[in-house]
Every structure is written in structure tokens, then in C-alpha cells.
């Protein structure tokens, strides 16, 4: 059945239903029927009557063929057609191709008998089916516009989520890194202060021995000459002693606040050997210089990398605590 037939069916006038569907572009019965439900009382426009009527004079034609070809057969005008498998009256072929698609009836034969036009309860109570029918599927369609819209907000969600433990993932890569590293720099630290207390044991080891080869005790020992030794030879005046290598090295650092700090260091030993035993003894954390003042220099990053007996510091110094240069 045909969009202008269901809805003439419906009760509304076939100028009307043809207007209505052209000016919903034809998209179907629902929107024609809301466009009519909604203009009830507007006149349509006089040129769209004039082309409604070609159309409807072509209807009449249509219709009254088969009834003049029915009176030429046999005198009984054929006023309908009807299906053989159920009864059904039917106005026309467009609704003859419309039951037989929706029943699969494929019996029909012409009939005197004359559809009945629907009675204005018929129509009344056709026009509150479709108005209930239309109610439901915009309540359909309402809930399923809400159920796409709750699910592209749980989407959103789920992608936010996502990205936020992406991000706390990649933030714990990094915290890990960070951790990893001051911990090595704490390993590092920690030997460098041990290798430091190392050698300021070993200074101390050493001190001690001198201190007792220089006691009275010790000296008195050397004075008293052995029997075997009654003849000594003596070192010839004009023959000079060649220079002495020195293996350590005295070094007194004066900190900021006037105390004194002092100890002995492998030559061989840089210059930052000395900054960590400041920073042992001290427990100084925050960035210092070193320098010295005759002559006066500021010793640069790169001479703490530097052996002290190629500084200049050997067989004994006077370093000075400072601030870093700006």
C-alpha cells in the first residue's frame, strides 16, 4: 500500500496527504502523519492545490475504467477487488500488491461490493492509534538516543581512565629512575667518605709511628753507638744529596668560620680527596671552593681531578674554604 493510500485510509483528503509528503520530501507515513497532526486547521497553498488536482483527476480515471470495461462485460459494475483466501475487501490494485506482500494471499477476483469510507469514530479512533503509535516510537527512540548517550560517556570515561593510568605509569617510570639514581650517587658518596676515613687512618697509623721514632726514648736508643761501629766514615762536604721525592703531603684547610681542619694525603691522591674529607668532618652538604692564597688562586672543576703534587701542593699547603664562584 502506498504512502497517499495509508493515510487516505487514515481519513485524511488526498490534496492534504500529497501536500503533506511533499513537504516532508517524502521520508514516510510517520512524518506525513505528524506534519497533518500538527496543521490540521491550515489551508494549503493554491498552487500546490492546482498540482494536486491533475493527480487526482488522474486517480478518478483510473478508478473508472475498470468499472465501464466491468459494465461493457456483463452489467454489474466491478466496484473492488477482493482476496479469495481470507475475504478481504480491497480498494484498488495498489492495495491488492500491499496484502499480498503482507499476507502472501495471491488469490484475488473484481467485486460489486464497495469499500466502506471509515466513519468519523473509525477515524477518530484510527488517528489515536497513530497518535499512540508515534508516541511509542519517539519514546523509543528518546531511550535509545539516551542509551547511545550513556554509552559514548562511558567511553569517554574509560578512555579518561586510560590516559590517567598511562600517565601514573609513566610517572613511576620516572619516580624509579630518579630513586635509581640518587641511590647510586648515595653508593658513590658513601665510598668516596670511606676511602676518605681509610686514608685518615692510615694518616693516623703513620703519625702515631713517628711519634714514637721520635720519642726520648727512641733518640737515646740512636745516640749510643754500637762496638762494631767505633769507626765511622764521614760524607764528603762538596757532594750535594739529589732532591727528595715526597709519597705525602700535609694539607690545613681553614673553613669559612676560622676553625682549622689538617691531614696527610697521597700526593698521588686529586684535589677532591680533600673536598670529601671536608664534607666528612663538617657534614657540610651545600657547594664550597677551595683556593689558595700564595699565590692566590681559586681552584676550577676540572684541578680537582687534578694529583695535589701537580697542583703544587706537596710536601705540605695551606688551602682556604670559600663560596663558589657565581
Avoid at 538516543?145 to 620516572?174: V, Y
Avoid at 762496638?227 to 684547610?253: D, F, L, M
Avoid at 664550597?288 to 681531578?305: C, G, H, N, Q, V
Wanted: charged share 35%; with cysteine.
Amino acid at each position: 500500500m502506498s504512502d497517499i493510500q495509508t493515510l487516505m485510509d487514515m481519513g485524511f483528503p488526498r490534496d492534504r496527504v500529497e501536500y503533506a509528503l511533499k513537504v516532508t520530501s517524502h521520508k514516510g507515513v510517520e512524518m506525513a502523519m505528524e506534519w497533518l497532526l500538527a496543521h490540521g486547521d491550515e489551508e494549503i497553498p493554491a498552487a500546490a492545490a492546482s498540482d494536486v488536482a491533475p493527480a487526482a483527476a488522474t486517480a478518478s480515471g483510473e478508478d473508472t475504467a475498470p468499472s465501464s470495461s466491468g459494465a461493457a462485460d456483463g452489467g454489474a459494475v466491478a466496484k473492488s477487488l477482493k482476496c479469495d483466501d481470507c475475504g478481504k475487501v480491497l480498494k484498488d490494485q495498489t492495495e491488492v500488491e500491499y496484502h499480498a506482500a503482507k499476507t502472501g494471499h495471491s488469490n484475488f477476483s473484481e467485486s460489486t461490493e464497495e469499500k466502506k469510507a471509515l466513519t468519523e469514530e473509525e477515524k477518530k479512533a484510527q488517528l489515536a492509534l497513530i497518535e499512540e503509535k508515534l508516541k511509542q516510537k519517539r519514546v523509543e527512540r528518546e531511550e535509545r538516543e539516551k542509551a547511545d548517550a550513556l554509552e559514548r560517556e562511558r567511553n569517554r570515561i574509560r578512555s579518561g581512565k586510560d590516559m590517567t593510568e598511562a600517565r601514573r605509569r609513566m610517572e613511576e617510570i620516572e619516580m624509579k629512575k630518579i630513586v635509581d639514581q640518587r641511590k647510586r650517587e648515595k653508593e658513590e658518596e658513601k665510598a668516596a667518605r670511606d676511602r676518605v676515613r681509610a686514608q685518615i687512618e692510615a694518616d693516623k697509623a703513620a703519625r702515631k709511628a713517628r711519634e714514637a721514632h721520635n720519642s726520648p726514648a727512641a733518640q737515646l736508643s740512636d745516640a749510643v753507638p754500637s762496638v762494631s761501629s767505633t769507626t765511622t766514615a764521614t760524607t764528603p762536604t762538596g757532594v750535594k744529596s739529589p732532591p727528595r721525592e715526597y709519597t705525602e703531603t700535609r694539607i690545613q684547610v681553614r673553613l669559612q668560620d676560622g676553625s682549622t681542619l689538617a691531614s696527610e694525603f697521597n700526593v698521588k691522591e686529586p684535589l677532591s680527596a680533600v673536598r670529601v674529607f671536608i664534607q666528612v668532618k663538617t657534614g657540610i652538604e651545600t657547594p664550597f671552593a677551595l683556593m689558595t692564597t700564595f699565590p692566590r688562586k681559586i681552584f676550577a672543576d676540572e684541578d680537582y681531578e687534578k694529583p695535589l703534587e701537580v697542583l703544587g701542593l706537596v710536601p705540605s699547603a695551606v688551602i682556604i674554604m670559600t663560596k663558589p664562584p657565581a
